[in-house]
């Protein structure tokens, strides 16, 4: 195993890796919107925070050496299901045929009080 680290997505806040690189395949943690550069959320509300969440992963990506063109599966969490379709609109922006696979779901608290986070596994 290879743990993928860049200081172009939010540092880990605990005891997990960014991402790991293991078979070819490269498994990133959950990303919350958080901007690497402010640290804080990006103004707005789940349109701005779905993009910042899948830039951070992106970031991930990149650094192991992939694109979201890569991606075969993603988790998302949302706070609230509400959201889905705005969440939505912005996630298709930035995947195109084929679609990876994907999950969502409403849980009730993101840490820091996040309205999305979105973990991706990647194929090399």
Sequence with gaps: ?????TKNAPAAIGPYSQ???TGGMIFASGQLP???????FPEGG???QTRQSILNAKAIL???GCSLSNV???TVLLSDIADFAAMNEVYASFFSEPFPARSAFAV?????GALIEIEMIAAK
Excluded: F
């Excluded at 958080?34 to 804080?40: F, M, R, V, Y």
């Design 1 to 5: 195993m290879k743990a993928i680290s």
């Design 19 to 21: 991402a790991i690189e």
């Design 34 to 40: 958080i901007d690497p550069n402010t640290g804080a």
């Design 46 to 48: 789940i349109k701005e």
């Design 62 to 64: 990149e650094e192991a």
């Design 72 to 74: 075969v599966k993603t």
């Design 108 to 112: 009730r608290d993101l840490p820091k």
